[in-house]
């Protein structure tokens, strides 16, 4: 077996004008990872040698001094003495460059555009943080894994802030990308990579680039003097603020821009929040359900207990992200061109809609939030588009002189009101019957078009809710599997389509909530946006540390219910157009806005993502 040093070459995954990179075995620990081999016989002269093996060099010294999830792990730079050639020993990534899901002439969805921008900033200040400029920010450089989480890789021309170690005035990254101060031979900073950040995020949300000339040397002048072409040109649909912000981002002066990338990526997400027509999200080819086993009447497998913890079935592993859906393994820092797709992207060059989490969230929870009182004394709400909701659930529209009316406020469930599934061990709050004014709630600044107009709904027959989402011992013990790429017993179970979750519930003897019920249950005879203080009911991005946590640990609602909010999205049987079924609560990785009791996301039912999950009802 052809060798790099130590390590077994495995397999070629492709070639580039720095070397090749080869997928490879580390027999010593007995783990796959990349090799990237340059080979004398690729240059044409010493000099080029030499200066690709700096390059090398320098991308072990960048990324040595780097430790961040967002960007590629370096292991070894080493060289084979006995072939005659250097490798650099790095992280194997699942997935596929950024380059490889981009298509000329077709912008992305915004939410997905500004989850990309949001990860490579964070992933950027990091490095910057640590004295170390990229300096070739470009989709090719973007690795985006099957969860959408992002790498940055090819850190190959990087420059250590405390070592000059580019000759005077050489001009070097990729010129569409480059900052005027680059393509001059000036001093470059973290203020380079920025607008090398504001090209890919125009090019994301416009589908082309800002300059556009036809040669390098016109195309350089273009950056150099000429003002981008306006964003909405491309996307007219977008806010006008948006253009704006990309504008100041790709300032000719660097002083002129903003001063990390992550208040770029913040600026963005507060001019995105504007409520935008809807994008059609492409359904991927449709995935069969497994059938687990047939459904079980309710009533047969439901018996009175005490609330309790569900049962760990599953051992907890320490690991926090185990990727799923792998299309393939490529190099974390492959160059321009040599990755492999992931399978979840759909023909037509949009990204299918995969991480419900980037939709266009604010920074902080409005001021007036309700406080953690159970079932706030805050008027009615309003709902969201008619759903696909049971004979028992009525809707009625909210007339304007009856927006002061207040809702039957159902009693809190008595402790004994609650019951276990034998066929998965998690315990049912009963939900009594009554109505309620769904969608918007009054004075809730925040929502969007798709929670209104008000309506009054009545649920006139009750159901037994989960008290929690679905936990992964859960999952384990119905299914034998665990999808989920957080691990742990007491966790709720996630990267599970609407497909799966609807066979489990129905192999347990219930079905999903609709959007009706499910806010029913959520409100608990609340009229607010949340049924609490946000801290202390909902795991969501200020508090959840980047990571699902077990279920009840945060305060429930009135009801006894727990994460109606945060942790993971809920499944609802509700479609929310022809193509997609709505989401409901926000998880960990959301922001205030997207948290709220009347918030609704749409999903294709195929797809799945680390931070959507869901819960069952019982008739």
Same mark, same amino acid.
């Given at each position: ?19 090749? *990179? ?70 194997? *990534? ?20 500004? %989850? ?14 640590? %004295? ?190 185990? @990727? ?5 393994? *490529? ?16 023909? %037509? ?45 009525? &809707? ?49 600044? &925040? ?91 909902? @795991? ?28 993971? @999205? ?42 959507? %999950? ?6």
């Amino acid at each position: 077996m052809a060798k790099a040093g130590p390590y077994e070459l495995i397999e070629e995954l492709g070639r580039g004008s720095m070397g090749i *990179v080869y997928k490879a075995f580390d027999p010593g620990i007995r783990r796959q990872l990349a090799i990237k081999i340059l080979r004398a016989e690729q240059f044409a002269s010493e000099a080029e040698m030499s200066e690709a093996s700096q390059r090398f060099a320098r991308e072990a010294m960048a990324v040595g001094r780097l430790s961040h999830h967002g960007i590629v792990t370096v292991y070894e730079l080493g060289r084979d003495e006995a072939q005659g050639f250097q490798y650099l020993a790095m992280e194997l *990534v699942a997935g596929g460059s950024l380059e490889k899901l981009m298509r000329a002439g077709q912008p992305w969805p915004s939410e997905a555009a500004l %989850g990309v921008v949001r990860q490579i900033a964070e992933a950027l200040d990091y490095a910057h943080a640590h %004295g170390v400029v990229h300096r070739d920010i470009k989709p090719a450089n973007v690795l985006v894994q099957p969860d959408w989480r992002i790498k940055v890789a090819d850190f190959g021309i990087a420059r250590i802030t405390s070592h000059l170690m580019t000759r005077t005035g050489m001009r070097m990254g990729t010129t569409a990308y480059m900052a005027p101060e680059q393509i001059q031979g000036a001093h470059v900073d973290s203020k380079a990579d920025q607008f090398s950040l504001a090209v890919l995020a125009y090019q994301l949300l416009a589908g082309r680039l800002p300059f556009d000339g036809e040669t390098d040397y016109v195309l350089m002048n273009q950056i150099v003097h000429a003002m981008p072409g306006s964003l909405l040109e491309s996307s007219a649909h977008l806010p006008a603020a948006a253009d704006g912000v990309i504008r100041r981002a790709l300032a000719k002066s660097p002083g002129e821009r903003f001063e990390k990338c992550a208040e770029f990526a913040s600026a963005l997400d507060a001019a995105l929040t504007v409520r935008r027509a809807p994008i059609p999200v492409v359904p991927p080819p449709p995935v069969v359900p497994t059938v687990l086993e047939p459904p079980l009447r309710a009533a047969t497998i439901l018996e009175a207990a005490p609330r309790r913890r569900p049962e760990a079935v599953v051992k907890s592993k320490t690991s926090r992200l185990v @990727w799923v859906g792998v299309a393939g393994l *490529v190099a974390a820092a492959l160059i321009a061109g040599i990755v492999i797709a992931p399978r979840f992207v759909p023909s %037509g060059g949009q990204p299918a809609q995969t991480n419900p989490a980037v939709k266009t969230d604010t920074p902080a929870t409005k001021a007036g939030a309700p406080t953690a009182r159970p079932a706030a004394d805050i008027p009615p709400a309003a709902p969201a588009a008619k759903t696909d909701t049971p004979a028992r659930v009525e &809707e009625k529209p909210v007339p304007t002189a009856a927006k002061t009316e207040t809702p039957k406020t159902p009693e809190p469930t008595p402790a004994d009101k609650t019951k276990v599934n034998l066929k998965d061990g998690l315990t049912y709050v009963w939900i009594p019957p009554g109505s309620f004014t769904m969608g918007c709630s009054p004075g809730d600044s &925040e929502c969007y078009g798709d929670e209104k107009p008000a309506r009054q709904v009545s649920i006139s027959e009750g159901f037994w809710l989960g008290q929690t989402q679905v936990t992964q011992a859960a999952y384990q013990r119905v299914t034998g599997t665990n999808p989920s790429h957080f691990k742990g017993a007491n966790l709720p179970v996630e990267t599970v389509n609407w497909n799966e979750a609807t066979s489990y519930c129905q192999a347990v003897g219930t079905r999903l909530p609709t959007e009706a019920e499910w806010e029913y249950a959520a409100r608990a005879g609340s009229t607010a946006s949340r049924y609490g203080d946000i801290d202390r009911i909902a @795991w969501y991005s200020a508090n959840s540390g980047s990571t699902t946590h077990e279920v009840m640990q945060k305060q429930p609602n009135r009801w006894g219910l727990y994460d109606m909010l945060g942790n993971v @999205w809920q499944w609802t049987s509700s479609n929310y157009d022809s193509d997609s079924k709505a989401l409901r609560g926000g998880s960990w990785y959301n922001n205030p806005r997207n948290v709220r009791v009347s918030y609704r996301y749409r999903y294709v039912p195929g797809n799945r993502s680390n931070n959507i %999950g869901f819960r069952c009802l019982g008739n």
